[in-house]
Nanobody
Framework: VQLQASGGGLVQAGGSLRLACAASGRAFSRYSMAWFRQAPGKEREFVTAISWSTGSKYYADSVKGRFSISRDNANNTVYLQMSGLKPEDTARYYC??????????????????WGQGTLVTVSS
């Protein structure tokens, strides 16, 4: 499985961005998908995930109410809509795929495949 993230860029605080992650493979609809982020000097942290089986969505407390994850199985793509961006959201954002049916979708180690990341910079 190959993942290609796009959509990052420079945005002012309060602005919005939509990230996309295109996945290879014909079983995309059976992958749980997630977004993580890593700021300079910090560990990679969970942002949001969507379960392939239930459609349930999970969010880190820091992004609840501002970020939204969605998926388009017909086009093998998962999206991250970000609004109300803050300087502390500045990070490289990575999409990830879980193909084994795990229910621990907020854990970094759950994920089997990772994209290369796309940089989001929020200016104050």
């Amino acid at each position: 499985v190959q993942l290609q993230a796009s959509g990052g860029g420079l945005v002012q605080a309060g602005g919005s961005l939509r990230l996309a992650c295109a996945a290879s493979g014909r079983a995309f609809s059976r992958y749980s998908m997630a977004w993580f982020r890593q700021a300079p000097g910090k560990e990679r942290e969970f942002v949001t995930a969507i379960s392939w089986s239930t459609g349930s969505k999970y969010y880190a407390d820091s992004v609840k109410g501002r970020f939204s994850i969605s998926r388009d199985n017909a086009n093998n793509t998962v999206y991250l809509q970000m609004s109300g961006l803050k300087p502390e959201d500045t990070a490289r954002y990575y999409c990830a795929a879980e193909v084994g049916g795990s229910k621990y979708l907020t854990w970094r180690r759950t994920y089997d495949y990772w994209g290369q990341g796309t940089l989001v910079t929020v200016s104050s």
